[in-house]
């Protein structure tokens, strides 16, 4: 998404906030492709901010993932139908 810059990627667990979480992926350039980031089985809700920032420019809602499973995130600068800044687009590759 080249309108909101350079990004951070956040999974937090149940009960987790920005402040007390790590991003999964920092300082992610328009364009650039992050390769592939491990993240443990678990419940998560992915949220998505400028770079070095703690306000969402995107809020997702909760999924649970299991181990092997697969999935590519797209980060649009259109705005999402929840008035989010960005739209975030989940591809299931494999599950």
Known sequence: A???GNVDVYYLKQGQTLSD???VVKGLAPGQNSGYVNVPDGSYELV???AGSTTPVYTGSR???AGGEVRTILIQDEPSAY???VHVVV???LN
């Open 2 to 4: 080249h309108a909101t």
């Open 21 to 23: 979480a790590r991003p």
């Open 48 to 50: 998505v901010t400028k």
């Open 63 to 65: 999924a649970t993932y």
């Open 83 to 85: 008035q989010q800044p």
């Open 91 to 93: 591809g299931d590759d």
